[in-house]
């Protein structure tokens, strides 16, 4: 059921080449305890302390994919599947992974309603998310980024007040703003546009179209089929934590909901 | 250079916002990090000094030389053994580097620790007399202390992830170097034949410079005590990045 996505970009527009990676995680026997336990079970049977390995279980399996300038990517998926856990490695949070080539600067989000400092109020959340993020700046970039930022995300007239009370969306308006307010080689956006209202996603759809066309590529994940098939050009179906299908956004949503169709099925008849 | 600069970057915004929503609008939390080493130091004072009558010249100064530093170690690891936990959501969201994380814990707690001891040292300045080289050469004594600290933090924030209940046995050690480590008696009082064991506590071992510098000056003796305490910092700062480098792949999947 594989399908290959042939893309008409060449390859010297490729910012992301992933060749047979694998990622696993390793279940050792102390999972869920303490020293304690370890200190325990060494004393108890020494001999499987030191002589039993760790297992391992697989997150992803044999990944293979590359990502091109201007591509806007959706990664589909249940919960689970290993999505965020690709995009984490592409990130570079698993470490320097050989079988991951990235040209180019990557800026990855994961969650829009983070608190990074409740106290603190919403124009110091965004000085601090702006500083986290765009480290390559210059002070006076990051305090123009900052100010742009606030007034994109129209909430200046509770922008002083406390970031704890701010509601679910005006987090996600403000944090959007930030996320979108540069374009860099490779945007990874993880399920960051719940919470936001549904003007406000269409207005920063916008402005992340507007971005990717500017520059990079753009690698999202989210459940709102929609969305994707508005922002997006080519899809990605991840399925038992492989690449279950790769080409156009369309053909990719009707893969999913056939393999999700089938999995029901499945299940009924197995009750 | 370009990552390093970056990494400052992120370090500085963290201990700044750490710093800031501590303080906000609000004497009481400065005068708390004051107040709280100055109880401690109050109540060793009166237990020592004027109960068990603890017969050591210029008590208070000894106590500053000890005692302060002890806060400032025991304290930071208590604070920041749960560190990557408690920022779980803004590791799994951002690409932060996880060092700079405790590093501006680590540095938050460094500021929580010169107040009241500058305090402190200002105030005992008025009655007791201090050596002017020792003092001068204080900062010196601060880099091993900061930098052990820090990769102790490492080390236990590291394994606090994969051993839910470091933090506990973490107290539990703490209470009992409190004990073992000469902060409010002197190392002379130790028996001779067990002194040499003062040699492996590296919570002394960091202390100690404080102590000559304040307390006991002597230039050799600083100096023989300042290169063991740098030392003991590379080696604890070994063992950290030894298991920082075989788990940090997997923290994330952890967390």
Redesign the interface.
């Known amino acids: 059921m594989n399908s290959t996505y042939i893309s008409d970009k060449n390859s010297e527009d490729i910012i992301i080449e992933i060749k047979n990676y694998d990622l696993e995680?390793?279940f050792s026997r102390?999972r869920?305890?303490?020293?304690?336990d370890?200190f325990i079970s060494a004393i108890e049977s020494p001999f499987r302390f030191f002589m039993e390995r760790a297992k391992r279980i697989k997150?992803l399996n044999d990944i293979n994919l590359k990502i091109h300038q201007g591509e806007r990517v959706a990664l589909i998926g249940i919960n689970g599947t290993g999505k965020t856990?690709l995009c984490?490695a592409i990130?570079?949070?698993?470490?320097k992974i050989s079988n991951i080539k990235i040209n180019g600067e990557?800026?990855?989000?994961?969650?829009t309603t983070?608190?990074?400092?409740?106290?603190?109020t919403g124009r110091?959340n965004a000085q601090?998310l702006v500083?986290?993020?765009f480290?390559?700046l210059t002070k006076e970039e990051r305090r123009i980024k900052v100010v742009e930022a606030i007034k994109f995300s129209e909430i200046d007239k509770y922008i002083d007040t406390p970031f704890k009370h701010y509601s679910k969306g005006m987090k996600s308006r403000l944090f959007l703003s930030v996320v979108s307010s540069s374009p860099s080689d490779l945007l990874i956006l993880d399920e960051v546009f719940a919470g936001a209202d549904s003007f406000f996603n269409e207005k920063v759809s916008n402005r992340i179209k507007s971005m990717i066309e500017q520059s990079g590529a753009a690698l999202l994940i989210s459940h709102d089929e929609e969305l994707l098939k508005k922002l997006c050009t080519r899809g990605i179906v991840l399925h038992e934590r492989k690449i279950a299908f790769d080409g156009n956004i369309v053909e990719a949503f009707a893969f999913y909901n056939k393999i999700n169709l089938k999995n029901q099925s499945v299940r009924r008849y197995s009750f | 250079m370009k990552a390093i600069s970056k990494n400052l970057l992120v370090i500085m915004t963290l201990t700044t916002a750490e710093l800031k929503s501590r303080y906000r609008n609000t004497w009481a939390g400065l005068l708390w990090v004051i107040i709280n080493p100055l109880m401690m130091f109050a109540v060793h004072s009166l237990i020592f000094k004027y109960i068990m009558k603890i017969d050591i010249d210029d008590y208070f100064v000894f106590l500053l030389g000890g005692l302060i530093p002890w806060i400032f170690i025991s304290s930071t690891l208590n604070m920041t053994c749960y560190s990557f936990i408690t920022s779980r959501e803004v590791l799994l969201s951002f690409q932060i580097n996880p060092l700079a994380i405790l590093g501006a814990k680590v540095i938050d707690n460094f500021i929580n620790f010169i107040i009241p001891f500058v305090f402190l040292f200002i105030i005992l300045s008025f009655t007791q007399s201090f050596n002017v080289i020792g003092v001068l050469l204080l900062p010196l004594s601060m880099i091993p202390l900061v930098l052990g600290t820090f990769f102790l933090v490492l080390s236990l924030a590291t394994l606090q992830v994969y051993f839910r209940d470091t933090q506990y046995i973490l107290g539990f050690l703490l209470s009992i170097s409190y004990f073992l480590t000469p902060i409010f008696y002197p190392e002379q009082m130790v028996p001779e034949g067990f002194r040499f064991l003062l040699n492996f506590n590296p919570f002394y071992i960091l202390i100690k410079p404080f102590q000559i510098a304040l307390w006991s000056f002597d230039m050799q003796l600083y100096f023989l005590a300042l290169f063991q305490s740098l030392f003991c910092s590379i080696i604890i700062c070994l063992i950290a990045l030894f298991i920082w480098k075989k788990r940090k792949n997997e923290l994330y999947l952890h967390i």
Not at chain 1, 91 to 95: D, K, L, Q, V
Not at chain 1, 106 to 111: E, H, L, T
Not at chain 1, 114 to 120: D, F, K, R
Request: proline share 3%; glycine share 8%; no cysteine.
């Open positions: 995680y390793r102390f869920n305890s303490g020293l304690r370890v997150i856990s984490r990130a570079g949070m698993h470490g990557i800026r990855a989000i994961f969650d983070v608190v990074v400092h409740p106290e603190l110091e601090i500083n986290l993020m480290t390559d």
